[in-house]
């Protein structure tokens, strides 16, 4: 075997199903293929043309689209594509970019097809290889509880494509070509229409896979002027679309299935398969996070952020609560930041000094939804000197920043980011900034506090995010005065209501004729619960676990944290379904509730929200600037 064979089946012997093949099969192999290479940019396949080769990436990255253009996968070294489109028609089934500068292998489609009749595992790794995923999905993920709330129905993103069972198989074949789909119902337009809609089954007879065509008509050899009716499999296992994405998953499993229709009222509405239920899984927040660790670059980043919206869209049609959706994104958006930070250091070396990036605000709280901008920070070592260091942190710090504008995540418009040089400090100048706005509580030094005040650590040496905490902690529970500044302040935000508990929209500006349910709901109620938090020194961040220590110490009214806790639910509620909707009506997503749009319950519930705002100001008001006046 020649040098450039050996180092081929070297590497394809790493990778399955190549790594199942025998050693003088893959040698064979690695004689047989070619190498290609692709710039970056670069189309390698177009939807519907021949294809004539099995494609695997020797280097680089490659994207797969959809007939509709969207993207379908993305693929790095050891990957392989082509596979769909050799066991159908010849056709491309999914387009391919370069995604950057690539080479791959080709393996001519003749030893493709004679290594498939050849090896059983070689072939099981292509004709079955979503059940075996699927196992191992279920096996990794069996404590989630993601697809036990959600309904196949929402998995449905058409209707079922269907066919006479006369049809020829020819035909067919280029029905599910055209239509990019990999089953196709079957009806039977002479079965008698049943009248009872309850037992209406749109006169479907049967179903064809592309697993039909490839074990039933190509393996056998069969005339493409077969009728359908001839291969299709007509022991359906049929869903009703109440039926929990789990269950659904647990059937197929268990009737070695690889499609299901979906039904309501008998009635076919739709087909599934393993493959929609692989990719649904796949949006959960946990796993989004895990593909975060693996995107090897700021375009990678960028791009896979693209998701982030079906993430919550997703999160919010299986009913999790604010604190579970706020939690999951902004353990999202520190994934992001903490990724972006090991490319910088990547990029620009180990830092010179020990440092803390912090995350502030939203992010910090636990309590970030998908309609944010930046608002971040840096804690120096007090080793920092800024003659040596500073143009370190500076290229990281904006390497981050635009990466994090790449990805969605706007930039602020204060400034405040960790690219502003003010806002790369010390630990020692950043606690002598804490304690000179704790006591000179100015409107700037205010405004800051109620930013700055929700801190955490992201990468680094996280101690100083901490240790910076609890000064703060400390500092602000001794300082009546500042507490008295800080509840003048919380104050300025009311809720939209007027003297007779109507509502108060706003007249001019993105909001006119609505109400901005952030800056009039849920940001004043983070501001109120964050002064009671601070006069008792508590440490945590999150508006309810704040909520759970001021419990504790018992300074509210009996009833009043439980009232605070249903009001700052209902209205981040409110604010998320909102939101979610617009992403689904293919709108940009903003704060702004009409309360037009807003059922009379939904009213009434959002008015008694209000008022608990309004009447925990009013406390806040008596309890702490009387506070200040006495002392």
């Known amino acids: 075997m020649e040098i450039e064979h050996h180092e081929i089946a070297n590497f394809l012997a790493a990778y399955p199903p190549f790594s199942d093949l025998p050693t003088d099969a893959l040698a064979r192999l690695a004689q047989q293929v070619e190498v290609s290479y692709y710039r970056a940019g670069t189309e390698i396949l177009k939807y519907g043309e021949q294809i004539t080769d099995l494609f695997v990436v020797r280097a680089g990255v490659v994207e797969l689209y959809r007939r509709s253009g969207d993207l379908y996968n993305r693929i790095s070294d050891g990957g ?43 072939a099981d790794y292509f004709e079955a290889d979503d059940n075996t995923r699927l196992k191992l999905t279920v096996s990794e993920h069996a404590d989630s509880n993601d697809m036990t709330t959600a309904k196949v129905s929402t998995l449905l993103l058409r209707e079922a494509v269907s066919v006479e069972r006369n049809c020829t198989v020819q035909e067919a074949a280029r029905v599910m070509s055209q239509e990019q789909v990999s089953s196709l119902l079957v009806y039977d337009p002479n079965k008698p229409v049943v009248e009872d809609p309850e037992e209406d089954d749109g006169q479907m007879v049967g179903l064809l896979s592309d697993k039909d065509f490839t074990q039933r008509v190509v393996a056998d050899g069969l005339s493409f002027d077969t009728p359908v009716s001839e291969i299709m499999s007509t022991d359906l296992v049929l869903v009703d679309s109440n039926t929990y994405v789990f269950e659904a998953m647990m059937i197929m499993l268990r009737e070695n299935v690889h499609h299901l229709p979906i039904v309501h009222k008998r009635r076919p509405i739709g087909v599934i398969a393993l493959s929609d239920i692989l990719r649904y899984e796949s949006q959960s927040s946990l796993l989004f996070v895990l593909g975060i660790m693996e995107q090897q670059s700021v375009e990678d980043l960028a791009g896979y952020a693209q998701q982030l919206d079906n993430i919550f869209v997703r999160m919010v049609n299986e ?16 994934t992001f930041k903490h990724r972006l930070l090991e490319l910088a250091e990547e990029k620009f070396g180990p830092p010179p000094v020990s440092y803390c990036f912090i995350a502030l605000g939203s992010m910090a709280r636990d309590e970030q939804l998908i309609v944010t901008d930046q608002d971040n920070a840096m804690i120096l070592s007090d080793d920092f000197q800024p003659t040596e260091h500073a143009e370190y942190f ?15 995540y706007k930039y602020c418009d204060g400034g405040i ?18 304690e000179l706005w704790i006591d000179m509580p100015n409107p700037e030094a205010l405004l800051n506090s109620s930013i700055f005040f929700d801190l955490e650590g992201v990468w680094g040496n996280i101690k100083m995010a901490e240790q910076l905490s609890s000064v703060i902690a400390k500092k602000a529970k001794q300082s009546p005065r500042f507490l008295a500044a800080m509840a003048h302040n919380a104050l300025r935000r009311t ?14 500006g993105e909001h ?30 999150n508006t309810f676990e704040r909520l759970d220590d001021i419990a504790d110490a018992n300074i509210l009214p009996k009833g009043k944290v439980q009232d605070l806790k249903a009001a700052f639910e209902y209205i981040a509620m409110m604010r998320i379904g909102h939101q979610a909707l617009q992403i689904e009506k293919g709108r940009k997503p903003d704060n702004k509730v009409s309360p037009e749009a807003l059922s009379e319950f939904e009213q009434r519930n959002l008015k008694e929200a209000f008022q608990v705002l309004d009447r925990a100001q009013s406390f806040l008001k008596f309890r702490y600037q009387n506070k200040a006046i006495t002392k």
């Not at 066991?87 to 290594?115: H, S, W």
């Not at 500076?394 to 990805?407: I, P, S």
Request: hydrophobic letters at 40%; proline letters at 3%; a positive charge.
């Open 417 to 434: 980011m960790a690219s502003n040089s003010k806002w790369r400090m010390t630990f020692s100048q950043w606690q002598a900034q804490f």
């Open 80 to 122: 392989i594509f082509g596979q769909r489109g050799l066991l159908m028609n010849r056709k491309v089934r999914f387009g391919a970019l370069a995604q950057e500068d690539t080479l791959v292998y080709c393996i001519p489609v003749q030893l493709f097809d004679e290594y498939c009749d050849e090896y059983e595992a070689f």
């Open 394 to 408: 500076e290229q990281v710090a904006k390497f981050v920043c635009d990466g994090l504008a790449n990805c969605g």
């Open 495 to 508: 809720p939209p209501l007027g003297f007779f508990k109507g509502f108060v929209l706003e007249q001019d």
């Open 512 to 541: 006119n004729r609505g109400m901005n349910i952030k800056r009039r709901g849920t940001a004043p109620l983070s501001d109120l619960v964050r002064v009671h938090a601070l006069a008792i020194g508590s440490r945590k961040q």
């Open 319 to 334: 009913d999790a609560n604010s604190h579970m959706i706020g939690s999951a994104m902004s353990v999202i958006g520190r």
